[in-house]
């Protein structure tokens, strides 16, 4: 399913229905304390919506809460990488390097449910099979997987594996940790930058329809930072490994990818759509992990 067509939770569900729209509720000024709960609340609910990790019940669910849970998107992504990272250290100590990015990566598939994978096969198929808007959408929204996507979806997670597994052991985790944060970052800068171009009565969960301020937006941006602290402190010598140039290139080839989904998506589609978003996380990730697999001469 993609990015905006998945269902949230049973009880995300039922409970929506007994609620008022979001703009019929008032935005008190919230204290510190209040601030703090209500942040760690969306966090929960954008684990919940991007993973298959089990959370705590909510009490009195608001539908705003899962747009609002898009800046928190990030921060998803930093647990993911570092769940995946633990697997690919040990497989790593296992068995060979080839293998143990075999067995993060479908970790992390396992994990994530195959949410932005999903998005991305259904991009590839709508985008290379539909040649209008609404034969597009009509193809994204198809469950059937076609050559596009099987093709799309194949390449992406070789690369992905083969990138890895040419990596040092100690880069390689810095590179799960930073890519899958990152990536999510890039993803959901589509949401400020383009708008919705599905077509929203089809959209299950409406409350991601929407645009994402600068604001939120430069509050996601710190959990990219939260994750650039962690890798140094805990992982300084692989730091000392990857060269500027690297660091370079990854951020280079990230953006590029994602001004790519960006320019197709507003091209094709007028705007971004949930499988839009999941194709252009998958994108910037494998193009991050290219940057700093990179042998870059003379640097």
Not at 145 to 170: E, F
Request: net charge positive; glycine share 10%.
């Amino acid at each position: 399913m993609s990015q905006l067509s998945k269902k949230p939770s049973k009880q995300l569900s039922k409970q929506s229905l007994n609620q008022p729209e979001p703009s019929q509720q008032s935005s008190p000024k919230l204290s510190v304390g209040q601030f703090i709960k209500h942040e760690w609340i969306l966090l929960l609910v954008a684990v919940q919506f991007l993973t298959r990790l089990p959370v705590p019940p909510f009490k009195n669910y608001n539908p705003q809460w899962l747009h609002q849970s898009s800046r928190h998107f990030p921060a998803v992504g930093l647990l993911v990488g570092l769940l995946c990272a633990g697997v690919f250290w040990l497989g790593s100590v296992l068995f060979t390097p080839l293998v143990a990015a075999v067995l993060s990566t479908a970790f992390g598939i396992k994990l994530t449910g195959a949410f932005h994978e999903d998005g991305l096969a259904d991009s590839c198929d709508g985008l290379g099979g539909g040649l209008t808007r609404e034969r597009t959408l009509t193809i994204m929204k198809d469950s059937r997987l076609g050559t596009y996507g099987v093709l799309g979806l194949v390449s992406a997670l070789l690369l992905k594996i083969s990138l890895l597994a040419a990596m040092p052991l100690s880069v390689a985790i810095v590179a799960l940790i930073i890519g899958h944060t990152a990536s999510r970052l890039l993803c959901i800068s589509l949401l400020a930058l383009l708008p919705y171009g599905g077509e929203i009565e089809h959209a299950k969960a409406k409350p991601m329809a929407q645009q994402l301020t600068s604001l939120q937006g430069l509050f996601s941006s710190g959990w990219l930072l939260v994750a650039g602290v962690l890798v140094m402190v805990i992982f300084p010598n692989a730091i000392q490994q990857i060269s500027i140039g690297q660091w370079l290139l990854a951020l280079v080839l990230a953006l590029v990818a994602t001004e790519y989904m960006r320019r197709l998506l507003r091209r094709r589609l007028d705007g971004y759509t949930g499988d839009g978003l999941g194709a252009t996380q998958q994108l910037s990730e494998v193009a991050i992990y290219a940057g700093l697999a990179a042998a870059i001469p003379f640097i």
